[in-house]
């Protein structure tokens, strides 16, 4: 219960330090790591002791300790029995019967590489795992998850520790190379009819269809449809596809399944494809309005399916104990994987989807044992003559949603093209759905009306550029007015940027349809220059522009490092950015043309693609060793960026 207080004294052994995980109570509460004889303050744990063979009297939970071994020099951040180094050591673990605990992680420390440890579980099956550690671990702890804790971590069932999902056995297909991403919450994408009789937005998938013109026009090449399913308020009050009921069942609040076909084949005859959002851990307790908290077992595909489940998370009654407040999948179950794997093929069957966003995994179920299903589903689609692209929050498959931050003011400063081909795609999210998380109403945006972020981090770069729906026109966001702070516990009005309701009316101002005029630009230029300007890195060519400014005031203006991309001997595409909203930034850049295989031309052609009244001019390669450009302060159109087309006109 929030705010209540554990206090947990030390038997015998001395203990000497304590550690209370740093998540917030939307998280699923905080779970105590105790290892020292002081007290702790701490959320959600029912019940706590201390000593070799004791639990925390309940199944292990996310992000929490099973159990606890005294230590008398913890040294990890997560300790327990210390491991001597280079010393082979069998450490055994008894849990409380009645517990069926089935795995357990190593935490971070000091033990070689190499060194050899088994780890024995005597319980439910009497699991063991015997091995070599993978190096940097000192302590061992049981834990209802683990896949946080670095390349360390073993699981039992025989699997010698996480796969590499890096390199899928099935290959993204090559459109991904030309993905740009736009992220749609469906109920506030549109609003036919306000903000719905709930205050939780009335968009539908029919609603959506209208708006495909207008993406296409955009430019962007995917949509990432972040709700579709049977779902509910479980989440800040509001309905989202991160409080699923169902995955299966389509939500009637959205249409019928005709509409999202129709939605579906509308994006496609635009040239969008379309990735399904699923949330991998688990369904909601409830199959209604998740307010009513007397509904929490009222969802009735827990009591049709009990197998797919892990009991623990949901009895008794009441007791929700998940992860995130929700039932979790059982990725040990057979039922559930076969039941799992035919839902989303029949989504890329019946529906013609193009792939899926993973919500996590974050639930009871490691990561390895999640993608490893994924790895057959995509495989599955691709031998039956329909390959899909499948990304992950938290994990890379193809790519991830979060693999590079668009933060950098160099990009090209250590670019390499990968030698794995499947760390050829990596994505830039710009905005993220869960900025506001927790907090009141503000613009939790990430673009916010910069020409130089959008261009120079994502569009122009060698990512898959990731946006949510508003950034493209800088718009403000509002939120929907059942939208609450509290992630379950409602509270004031929230700033979750998932339940903000698209204000097109926006649109109408000049300085956002100034900014809308602009990222169509950017796009229209990285689709006509798309053999340059693409997502595959290891094809891709860069390179880092010097570039000086002159001095003011005795210091040089802040300059985001320029870059290239060019294909040898053909073309170079060099962006330039100017952050500053408030003058102009002047450059010399020194573009080497011998760097990008002109070495033997004289003469070449420059036009500015995001200046439409810049004039083409002709120069030498002399001048382009210290080629003077000018860029507007950003946040006005045309602002904020030079795209510099170079082509060879004459050889020597």
């Given at each position: 219960?929030?705010?209540?207080?554990?206090t947990?004294?030390?038997?015998?052994?001395?203990?000497?330090?304590?550690?209370?995980?740093?998540?917030?109570?939307?998280w699923?509460g905080?779970?105590v790591?105790?290892?020292?004889?002081?007290?702790?303050?701490?959320?959600?744990?029912?019940?706590?002791?201390?000593?070799?063979?004791?639990?925390?009297?309940?199944?292990?939970?996310?992000?929490g300790?099973?159990t606890?071994i005294?230590?008398?020099?913890?040294?990890?951040?997560?300790?327990?029995?210390?491991?001597?180094?280079?010393?082979s050591?069998?450490?055994?673990?008894?849990?409380?019967?009645?517990?069926?605990?089935?795995?357990?992680?190593?935490?971070?420390?000091?033990?070689s590489?190499?060194?050899?440890?088994?780890?024995?579980?005597?319980?439910?099956?009497?699991?063991?795992?015997?091995?070599?550690?993978?190096?940097g671990c000192a302590?061992?702890?049981?834990?209802g998850?683990g896949?946080?804790?670095?390349?360390?971590?073993?699981?039992?069932?025989?699997?010698?520790?996480?796969k590499?999902?890096?390199?899928?056995?099935?290959?993204?297909?090559?459109?991904?190379?030309?993905?740009?991403?736009?992220?749609?919450?469906?109920?506030?994408?549109?609003?036919?009819?306000?903000?719905?009789?709930d205050?939780?937005?009335?968009?539908?998938?029919?609603?959506?269809t209208l708006?495909?013109?207008?993406?296409?026009?955009?430019?962007?090449?995917?949509?990432?449809?972040a709700?579709?399913c049977?779902a509910?308020?479980?989440?800040f009050?509001?309905?989202?596809?991160y409080?699923?009921?169902?995955?299966?069942?389509?939500?009637?609040a959205?249409?019928?399944?005709?509409?999202?076909t129709?939605?579906?084949?509308?994006?496609?005859?635009?040239?969008?494809?379309?990735?399904?959002?699923?949330?991998?851990?688990?369904?909601?307790?409830?199959?209604?309005?998740?307010?009513?908290?007397?509904?929490?077992?009222?969802?009735?595909?827990?009591?049709?399916q009990?197998?797919?489940?892990?009991?623990?998370?949901?009895?008794?009654?009441?007791?929700?104990?998940?992860?995130?407040?929700?039932?979790?999948?059982?990725?040990?179950s057979?039922?559930?994987?076969?039941?799992?794997?035919t839902?989303?093929?029949?989504?890329?069957?019946?529906?013609?989807?193009?792939?899926?966003?993973?919500?996590?995994?974050?639930g009871?179920?490691y990561?390895?044992?999640?993608?490893?299903?994924?790895?057959?589903i995509?495989?599955?689609?691709?031998?039956?003559g329909?390959?899909?692209?499948?990304?992950?929050?938290?994990e890379?498959?193809?790519?991830?949603?979060?693999?590079?931050?668009?933060?950098?003011?160099?990009?090209?400063?250590?670019f390499?093209?990968?030698?794995?081909?499947?760390?050829?795609?990596?994505?830039?999210?710009?905005?993220?759905?869960?900025?506001?998380?927790?907090q009141?109403?503000?613009?939790?945006?990430?673009?916010?009306?910069?020409?130089?972020?959008l261009?120079y981090?994502?569009?122009?770069?060698?990512?898959?550029?990731?946006?949510?729906?508003?950034?493209?026109?800088?718009?403000d966001?509002?939120?929907?007015?059942a939208?609450?702070?509290?992630c379950?516990?409602?509270?004031?009005?929230?700033?979750?940027?998932?339940?903000s309701?698209?204000?097109?009316?926006?649109?109408?101002?000049?300085?956002?349809?100034a900014?809308?005029?602009?990222s169509?630009?950017?796009?229209?230029?990285?689709?006509?220059?798309?053999?340059?300007?693409?997502?595959n890195?290891?094809?891709?060519?860069?390179l880092r522009?010097?570039?000086?400014t002159?001095e003011?005031?005795g210091?040089?203006?802040?300059?985001?490092?320029?870059?290239a991309?060019?294909?040898?001997?053909?073309?170079?595409?060099?962006v330039?950015?100017?952050?500053?909203?408030?003058?102009?930034?002047h450059?010399?850049?020194?573009i080497?043309?011998?760097s990008?295989?002109?070495?033997?031309?004289?003469?070449?052609?420059?036009?500015?693609?995001?200046?439409?009244?810049?004039?083409t001019?002709?120069?030498?390669?002399?001048?382009?060793?210290?080629?003077?450009?000018?860029?507007?302060?950003d946040g006005?159109?045309?602002?904020?960026?030079?795209?510099?087309?170079?082509?060879?006109?004459a050889?020597q």
């Amino acid at each position: 219960v929030l705010g209540n207080t554990i206090t947990a004294i030390a038997r015998e052994a001395p203990f000497s330090c304590i550690m209370v995980s740093s998540l917030t109570p939307c998280w699923g509460g905080v779970a105590v790591v105790v290892l020292g004889s002081l007290f702790v303050e701490a959320v959600a744990v029912e019940k706590l002791a201390l000593g070799s063979v004791d639990t925390l009297g309940k199944a292990p939970t996310h992000g929490g300790l099973g159990t606890i071994i005294p230590c008398e020099n913890a040294s990890g951040m997560y300790s327990g029995v210390e491991l001597v180094q280079g010393v082979s050591q069998t450490l055994t673990l008894i849990p409380r019967p009645g517990t069926p605990y089935a795995r357990f992680g190593v935490g971070h420390g000091n033990v070689s590489s190499g060194q050899h440890v088994s780890l024995v579980f005597e319980g439910t099956g009497n699991l063991s795992w015997s091995g070599q550690f993978l190096g940097g671990c000192a302590a061992l702890f049981i834990s209802g998850d683990g896949h946080h804790t670095a390349n360390a971590m073993q699981l039992l069932r025989g699997d010698p520790g996480p796969k590499n999902w890096s390199s899928p056995s099935t290959p993204a297909p090559d459109w991904v190379k030309d993905l740009v991403i736009y992220e749609i919450a469906p109920r506030g994408f549109t609003s036919p009819n306000g903000t719905g009789p709930d205050g939780m937005g009335s968009g539908t998938f029919a609603s959506m269809t209208l708006k495909v013109p207008y993406l296409q026009q955009l430019g962007v090449t995917a949509v990432w449809l972040a709700g579709y399913c049977d779902a509910n308020a479980h989440f800040f009050s509001i309905w989202s596809v991160y409080a699923t009921e169902r995955p299966d069942s389509i939500d009637s609040a959205l249409g019928e399944a005709a509409d999202l076909t129709a939605l579906v084949s509308a994006l496609h005859a635009a040239g969008i494809k379309v990735f399904l959002d699923v949330v991998t851990h688990g369904v909601t307790f409830s199959a209604g309005e998740y307010a009513n908290r007397s509904k929490l077992m009222a969802n009735p595909f827990l009591t049709e399916q009990p197998d797919f489940f892990f009991h623990e998370s949901y009895d008794p009654p009441g007791k929700a104990s998940g992860k995130w407040l929700m039932a979790d999948y059982n990725y040990a179950s057979p039922a559930f994987i076969k039941w799992w794997q035919t839902v989303w093929l029949t989504y890329v069957a019946e529906f013609d989807v193009d792939g899926f966003r993973l919500d996590g995994p974050n639930g009871l179920s490691y990561s390895a044992e999640v993608m490893a299903v994924w790895d057959n589903i995509t495989s599955a689609a691709a031998t039956g003559g329909k390959p899909i692209a499948v990304f992950g929050e938290m994990e890379r498959y193809h790519f991830s949603e979060h693999d590079v931050k668009p933060t950098s003011t160099d990009l090209a400063a250590n670019f390499q093209p990968p030698s794995d081909p499947s760390q050829c795609y990596q994505s830039t999210m710009l905005s993220c759905h869960d900025g506001g998380f927790d907090q009141a109403p503000g613009n939790y945006y990430g673009v916010k009306g910069s020409r130089a972020r959008l261009g120079y981090s994502a569009v122009f770069s060698w990512y898959i550029p990731v946006l949510f729906s508003g950034d493209e026109a800088n718009l403000d966001p509002v939120y929907l007015p059942a939208l609450k702070k509290g992630c379950y516990s409602g509270g004031p009005p929230g700033g979750w940027l998932y339940g903000s309701q698209i204000q097109w009316s926006q649109l109408e101002e000049p300085p956002k349809a100034a900014m809308l005029r602009d990222s169509t630009r950017m796009l229209q230029i990285r689709r006509n220059e798309s053999d340059v300007i693409h997502a595959n890195a290891c094809t891709s060519h860069v390179l880092r522009i010097p570039a000086s400014t002159p001095e003011v005031e005795g210091n040089p203006q802040p300059i985001w490092v320029p870059y290239a991309r060019f294909i040898p001997h053909e073309k170079a595409i060099v962006v330039v950015a100017n952050p500053s909203n408030t003058s102009t930034l002047h450059l010399t850049l020194n573009i080497s043309v011998a760097s990008m295989g002109f070495a033997s031309t004289t003469t070449f052609q420059v036009a500015d693609l995001f200046n439409a009244s810049s004039p083409t001019v002709t120069v030498s390669a002399a001048a382009l060793a210290a080629y003077a450009v000018a860029v507007p302060e950003d946040g006005i159109e045309q602002g904020g960026l030079r795209i510099l087309k170079i082509t060879p006109l004459a050889a020597q």
